[in-house]
């Protein structure tokens, strides 16, 4: 029982708040992710030195995060 009404409030709170949308640039992978972090308001945790220098990330704009 319990179950289902966290369920039924989480479909609830998903239909009130619109998916998010995106618009990043091509850039290098850190700055990308970290625009990443703040457009679909998630903690998003990576290495940061894994990832810069030279690494590149596709833009991505829209609902969905089309890759352009």
């Known amino acids: 029982m319990l179950l289902a009404a966290l369920v039924a409030a989480a479909a ?6 619109p998916p998010p949308e995106f618009a990043i640039d ?20 990576f290495d940061y030195n894994a990832v810069q ?9 829209g609902a969905r995060g089309r890759a352009r």
């Open 12 to 17: 609830v709170a998903r239909a009130q708040n």
């Open 26 to 45: 091509a850039q290098d992978a850190d700055m990308a992710l970290t625009l990443f972090s703040d457009q679909s308001r998630l903690q998003i945790l």
């Open 53 to 61: 220098g030279g690494r590149r990330a596709r833009s991505a704009d």
